[in-house]
């Protein structure tokens, strides 16, 4: 097959998989935009940020492949590298989205995930502001200090409590405390809990952080796969079609969780909690 025929196809099957990726994406937007003034429960009203967060990432990425449209008619750049961390984020979007809205939940698993995100955002919090100001006494007097150490007990108390409660071992329960934790059970086990394959998200994660972190992969054969700013190669055209090829379906399920789950707080059977 003649090289100018695989490269048409090759556009052609691009613009084909955008054109599928604008439909899910639109249809996440009228799921998310249909909530506004709808009173829900907090854990709805989180999953319902994360999912915007997720929405804002397509929007983003939805950017980049219009740009594309013009692109394949004319020289220019198609930025795969920038579509690959956002199709990485939107991953990352998805499963939270997912582990926040999980119907199984009851009061005391979901009250036990939302401490142990408290907790992370805690420690994280105080690793950022420390290495900020390297220990200096200014930083150190910042109001967030003054209740750290009390708003750490309270939580690692609650967390300890709730786990032994629901059966963790102390092992576990001690991983908990560490607040190095987002997922109970790991990613792997959040992907199964949505009801995902965790072997193949565990690839697409895999995969799609060398583009984040600038790892090896998405630069050492850069002469080989023709790897243009001006225009852009089949390989390029092909790695934006995978990145779509593996979003997609994760927006689309995502997507249908929240359909279900929000509209109404009587859809979140754990209810309002303090």
Request: proline share 2%.
């Amino acid at each position: 097959m003649a090289e100018a025929q695989i490269e048409q196809e090759t556009s052609l099957a691009l613009l084909s998989l955008i054109d599928d990726f604008e439909v899910a994406v639109r249809d996440a937007i009228t799921i998310s935009e249909s909530r506004i003034g709808i009173d829900h429960t907090g854990r709805q009203n989180l999953a319902l940020f994360v999912f915007a967060k997720l929405i804002a990432h397509c929007m983003s990425m939805g950017a980049i492949l219009s740009h594309c449209r013009r692109v394949l008619q004319e020289a220019g750049l198609l930025d795969h590298f920038s579509l690959a961390a956002l199709g990485r984020a939107a991953l990352d979007a998805s499963l939270m989205t997912m582990y926040i809205s999980d119907p199984g939940l009851d009061r005391d698993r979901w009250d036990l995930r939302r401490r142990i995100f408290h907790l992370h955002e805690l420690f994280n919090r105080k690793r950022f502001l420390t290495a900020a100001g390297a220990g200096a006494e200014s930083v150190l007097k910042l109001p967030f200090f003054e209740t750290y150490e009390e708003r750490k007990a309270a939580l690692r108390s609650r967390i300890e409590i709730l786990a032994a409660q629901l059966g963790y071992t102390p092992v576990q329960i001690e991983g908990f405390l560490k607040g190095q934790l987002v997922f109970i059970d790991g990613a792997r086990g959040a992907a199964r809990e949505a009801g995902w394959d965790a072997d193949a998200f565990d690839f697409h994660q895999a995969y799609l952080s060398n583009w984040v972190h600038s790892h090896p992969v998405s630069f050492l054969r850069f002469d080989d796969q023709g790897i243009s700013f001006s225009r852009p190669s089949e390989y390029q055209l092909h790695f934006c079609g995978t990145v779509l090829e593996i979003t997609m379906p994760y927006v689309r399920n995502v997507t249908g969780r929240m359909t279900a789950f929000t509209g109404s707080s009587q859809f979140d059977k754990v209810g309002h909690l303090d």
